[in-house]
């Protein structure tokens, strides 16, 4: 009867190798203390290497590895295996800021930002398209008073959707997120400044036959939005920007009943409008500047603490 050869003592290997797990026959085999270290963590190359070839074909020194290795660790790592499987994948917006640096959290807030979903980006820009083609259409005045009247009110109304618990469904998140609410209310503020300005540059491109008096929007778009975070901390994150555009609705119908003509500009459009529009921001964001504390003491959700 021939033997099969097997693992003798230390150094006793007939066919060359290592003195492998208890019971298993065949070639080399990792020895017991090198798999212990392996399931520990602590195997370094080249050894590592070897073992880690080697257990994907050897069911016994697997099962001596399932031995020495902690059990709890073990369920430990599946679950955070698990949990990465289950993670949702950044989207593009959320990839892209990750590879310039932004921190995951910050990316995460900035991307879940209500306002920068294509749903509404798409319902400005066809707001935007009608308001040009309404403009084409009086093509007999000397300025797009309907574009110039509406453009200004979209930043505000997208700070104001961007932030706060009534409007923003990540908003228990951002609660939780490691920085404070005033910095998290700039964030997302600069993020839909930066697409509702560049959809209203998009808009105002389509109206060259103005010239330059087609952009007299910016300046009151930057005074709206600076008055309405200027008042967020006293009156919470609706009734600020709402009153806010209220008050450009009502300047405006002011200034169409005084103004000298159909065709004249409206007042907040002349050079003075726009030097006071100018003010205006400057003077909000002071504001906003100086009262920054309050974001945090009041969360940007309804009236701040006074005291």
């Avoid at 540059?201 to 930057?222: M, V």
């Avoid at 975070?229 to 600020?240: D, E, H, I, K, Q």
């Amino acid at each position: 009867m021939t033997n099969t050869p097997s693992h003798g003592a230390a150094g006793d290997d007939r066919d060359g190798g290592t003195r492998g797990p208890s019971g298993a026959t065949g070639g080399w085999h990792v020895p017991e203390e090198d798999l212990r270290a392996y399931a520990r963590g602590e195997l370094t190359a080249p050894m590592l290497w070897s073992a880690d070839s080697h257990l994907t074909a050897c069911a016994a020194c697997r099962a001596v590895l399932a031995e020495a290795g902690d059990p709890v660790a073990l369920d430990a790592g599946w679950e955070r295996l698990d949990a990465a499987l289950d993670a949702p994948r950044p989207g593009l917006p959320e990839s892209l800021l990750l590879r310039t640096g932004v921190a995951d959290h910050t990316a995460r807030l900035l991307a879940a930002t209500p306002v920068l979903r294509r749903s509404w980006l798409g319902a400005v820009g066809a707001v935007l398209l009608l308001t040009v083609l309404a403009s084409h259409a009086m093509r007999g005045t000397t300025s797009p008073t309907l574009f110039l009247a509406l453009a200004p009110l979209l930043p505000l109304a997208g700070v104001a959707l961007s932030y706060g618990p009534a409007l923003d469904p990540t908003y228990e998140m951002a609660v939780v997120a490691p920085m404070h609410g005033f910095r998290l209310l700039m964030i997302r503020t600069v993020a839909v400044l930066t697409a509702a300005l560049g959809l209203n540059g998009l808009a105002t491109l389509a109206l060259p036959g103005y010239g330059p008096r087609a952009l007299a929007w910016l300046l009151p778009a930057l005074a709206l939005t600076a008055s309405g975070l200027a008042l967020t901390p006293r009156l919470g994150p609706v009734l600020a920007p709402s009153l806010a555009g209220a008050g450009w609705v009502v300047l405006l119908v002011a200034a169409d009943a005084v103004r000298a003509g159909a065709d004249a500009p409206l007042a907040p459009f002349t050079a003075a409008g726009q030097g006071a529009a100018a003010l205006v921001a400057g003077v909000g964001t002071a504001l906003v500047f100086l009262l920054r504390e309050r974001f945090d003491l009041g969360g940007g959700t309804g009236p701040a603490a006074t005291g």
